[in-house]
């Protein structure tokens, strides 16, 4: 017999590297796709010569928490002022320095209130009552969101056991064994 159903394996050994193929890339495809989520952003400029990077980050119920990261300071530290954003209305939740040696990054986090703020601004500035300058070689402001927990069996999250991704997979590991012969076996036992 010729064809997809045939016994014979020389026929059937394309289809199944073509599978196998296919296979690769559906995972390739989803260990890029299941990175964690995290954004991130470069400082924004402003007018004032004295601020370093002002930035705002929209908050929801899913972001835990929003950071400042600080690169290669110059000898002193420099200083920050996170503020919460709610209908307009900005409030100081705090203040402190940061400093990070030369070849090291430091991160700060901050908690987030999302039933309270709707946005977190966080402002970075040299101290500019005295006479040097200081700098740093990058600053990042960004937030950090949860990852959905798992635990549900068809993964509504994203997660779980029965995702799409993984059916696809199950499917075409299922087809590439029938190809491959290895129910061969089993049809013989149950035509008899």
């Keep these: ?3 997809p159903f045939s016994t014979d394996k020389n026929s059937s050994r394309p289809i199944a590297l073509l599978l196998a193929g296919l296979i690769c890339a559906s995972m390739a495809v989803a260990g ?3 990175a964690a989520a995290q954004t991130t952003a470069t ?8 601020t370093l990077a002002d930035k705002t980050v929209a908050v929801n119920n899913q972001t835990q928490q929003v950071y400042l990261e600080v690169t290669n300071t110059s ?7 996170v503020y919460g954003v709610s209908d307009g209305i900005t409030t100081q939740v705090d203040s402190g320095m940061v ?7 430091t991160e700060k986090t901050f908690a987030v209130d999302s039933s309270e703020y709707d946005d977190y601004r966080i402002v970075v500035e040299e101290d500019g ?3 040097d300058n200081e700098t740093a070689e990058s600053i990042e402001i960004g937030e950090i969101v949860q990852q959905s927990s798992g635990g549900a069996i068809f993964g509504g999250g994203g997660d779980g056991i029965f995702t799409p991704m993984n059916i696809l997979i199950a499917a075409l590991l299922g087809a590439a064994a029938f190809l491959l012969g290895l129910f061969d076996p089993i049809k013989r036992r149950i035509a008899g």
């Design 129 to 131: 009552t005295d006479s």
């Design 32 to 34: 890029v796709g299941g």
């Design 1 to 3: 017999m010729i064809g």
């Design 99 to 105: 400093s990070a040696a030369s070849g090291e990054t």
């Design 43 to 50: 400082p924004t400029p402003t007018s004032t010569s004295d």
């Design 75 to 81: 000898a002193q530290s420099v200083d920050y002022t």
